[in-house]
């Protein structure tokens, strides 16, 4: 395939909805200008339908963009509205806390430069706020708006109302102190984001650009993200490269591809080699592994990648060899645990623990070689399980038939 433009590629992957103008196009090909991308600091780490977006900002960056991070430690006090209900507010001390979270995880992740709102709203008194801003808002612009003509019905309130234009406000102030003309966000912003290009252009008479990507679902449809509670975090210590392995992995081959394409650096080349072999041997995941690869090793690094296709490997008889205790733990924390003191007999365990149902079953289990520990085949009942055993003294992976697993664990 031809080498494409910025733009050719971004609408190849899927990555455009809407723009704000066509001029965008011309000037996203030519490089040079400085944008952002916003987040409010719900959690303490960003989750998987923040990195779509976040990859978008990389992408361009590659083309010679300059991205700014904004972290919301204003408007997360207010929270955008929710097209069904009002979003819960958070403490002060949570949005200081989750800042900090985010801000480290951008830099570290992304290397983006990282702004917080709260630095130049908080000084803005509610007169300055109502003459300086809000009297460039005419009330049935705002009511028009997708997110609060969806809540006219149920009720919103006036601190949700006031969100658009405290988000037009950070276009408004970031145009003016930092040369920023273009806004990146997922489709759901699209309505903030023209709200902000309409008070530059109303206040200062000059243009912005905005620019929104689809947003990135699961096979039913559903935002990847915690409100919609399939979070998969980007934070290592809440979603593992092991449990971010095994998600890629189980992903339905309709969807496979078109993620290959929204969240990968993979060219159009590769990515199309990747899909004829896909098609030929849909059994052996190839689109879903190399999924799996480029998100692991993009956020995590390479070595975690390796431990996530170990641990995978491990659960079914592969070797555990390389791997830490604390490295299984966390790869495995969603596997069913089990609580350890001292040495204890292996039908005891089975029985007691609830792997078998009966000392039949064990028996029946361990004769056919069906249970095994540290992948090591178990068929003497009476063998004493200890630490000895364990790996590091700590951890056990129990297996029963194919597909069981639990995990032992030694005080």
Not at 288 to 300: G, Y
Not at 318 to 324: I, K, Y
Request: with cysteine; proline share 2%.
């Amino acid at each position: 395939m031809e080498k494409m433009t910025l733009y050719e590629d971004l609408k190849w992957r899927g990555l455009i909805q809407n723009i704000s103008s066509p001029e965008l196009i011309d000037k996203l090909n030519k490089g040079g200008m400085t944008f952002y991308i916003g987040t409010d600091p719900t959690a303490d780490s960003m989750h998987i339908g923040h990195y779509s977006s976040f990859l978008i900002s990389k992408r361009l960056a590659q083309y010679g963009h300059h991205p700014i991070l904004l972290v919301g430690g204003a408007t997360g006090l207010i929270g955008d509205p929710k097209p069904n209900a009002e979003r819960p507010m958070i403490t002060k001390e949570e949005v200081e806390k989750n800042i900090k979270g985010l801000k480290k995880q951008a830099e570290d992740i992304f290397g983006f430069e990282v702004v917080n709102n709260y630095d130049w709203t908080k000084d803005i008194n509610v007169l300055d706020f109502l003459r300086d801003y809000g009297k460039f808002f005419n009330i049935g612009y705002m009511l028009a708006k997708d997110k609060v003509k969806s809540r006219l019905e149920s009720g919103i309130t006036y601190a949700e109302f006031s969100y658009m234009i405290l988000q037009a406000l950070d276009f408004l102030y970031l145009y003016e102190n930092r040369g920023v003309t273009l806004q990146v966000a997922g489709s759901d912003q699209w309505g903030n984001i023209t709200s902000g290009i309409e008070l530059i252009r109303k206040k200062l008479d000059k243009e912005v650009y905005g620019m929104v990507m689809p947003l990135v679902t699961d096979s039913q449809g559903k935002k990847f993200g915690k409100t919609e509670g399939n979070a998969l975090w980007l934070d290592k210590n809440k979603t593992s490269s092991y449990e971010l392995y095994q998600y890629c992995i189980g992903l339905e081959d309709s969807m496979i591809i078109t993620y290959l394409k929204m969240l990968t650096f993979l060219t159009p080349d590769e990515i199309m080699d990747i899909e004829k072999q896909h098609l030929e041997c849909p059994e052996k995941r190839i689109a879903q592994k190399a999924l799996a690869k480029a998100i692991i090793t993009d956020l995590h690094g390479e070595e975690e990648f390796n431990k996530a296709v170990q641990i995978s490997e491990a659960l079914f008889g592969g070797d555990l060899n390389g791997l830490s205790a604390k490295d299984i733990m966390l790869g495995m924390k969603m596997v069913p645990s089990i609580n350890l003191k001292d040495e204890i007999k292996l039908i005891d365990l089975l029985v007691d623990n609830g792997i078998c149902t009966s000392r039949r079953e064990a028996r029946e289990m361990l004769n056919s070689k069906a249970i095994s520990i540290n992948n090591e085949k178990m068929t003497d009942e009476n063998k004493i399980i200890n630490k000895e055993m364990a790996i590091e003294g700590k951890v056990l992976v129990i297996r029963k038939g194919k597909k069981k697993q639990y995990l032992g664990i030694f005080e």
